[in-house]
């Protein structure tokens, strides 16, 4: 089992930066990938960023070049830099992690609302 707890969500106004936090616990060995997703009001949730154990990173084409995912080096806790943020980026964000085995495990989500 993995338990994540995400944080760092906020109200701020356009143009403005942000960093996401996510602490992982419990089986943090079995982890090959981490990362960000997001799910707005009426929308499905989807990818923001991903980082594996590799070193590989995927972005969102939305978020390409605005967005940056890093992790310590422990894999204890991941972060999401958020710069110029946009109204269109307002969303609840869930952090997110995947086991060698494909399990799935979900922090319980922090708001972004980006409006001025």
């Known amino acids: 089992q993995v338990q994540l707890v995400d944080s760092g969500g906020a109200l701020v106004q356009p143009g403005e930066s942000l960093r996401l936090s996510c602490a992982a616990s419990g089986s943090i060995a079995t982890i090959n990938a981490m990362g960000w997703y997001r799910q707005a009001p009426g929308n499905q949730r989807e990818l923001v960023a991903e980082?594996?154990?590799?070193?590989?990173?995927t972005y969102a084409s939305s978020v390409e070049g605005r967005f940056s995912i890093s992790a310590d080096n422990t894999k204890r806790a991941i972060y999401l830099q958020m710069n110029n943020l946009k109204p269109e980026d307002t969303a609840v964000y869930f952090c997110?992690?995947?086991?060698?085995?494909?399990?799935?495990?979900w922090g319980q989500g922090t708001q972004v609302t980006v409006s001025s």
């Open positions: 980082l594996t154990t590799g070193g590989s990173t």
């Open positions: 997110h992690a995947k086991t060698v085995v494909q399990n799935i495990y």
